[in-house]
């Protein structure tokens, strides 16, 4: 009867956790785009121990840009 009570806490937590971040989403914008522009961003790791990897990813996305404009 226990494990009962026990499995049905857990399926009640589980679907309050999954509703309540359903209504967390944020409204969508049109931030950072205009007729003429579109401001592109990355959140890429410039320093410390694995800086290799976002710097060269940083600078691929600044070469791809380049070579579409």
């Given at each position: 009867m226990r494990l009962?009570?026990?499995?049905a806490a857990l399926i009640g937590a589980a679907i309050a956790l999954t509703a309540g971040s359903a209504g967390a989403q944020t409204k969508l914008t049109n931030q950072g785009i205009t007729d003429t522009e579109i401001a592109l961003g990355t959140h890429q790791d410039l320093s410390g121990p694995i800086k290799g990897w976002g710097v060269a990813?940083?600078?691929g996305m600044k070469m791809a840009v380049d070579e579409i404009n």
């Open positions: 009962d009570h026990c499995r990813v940083a600078n």
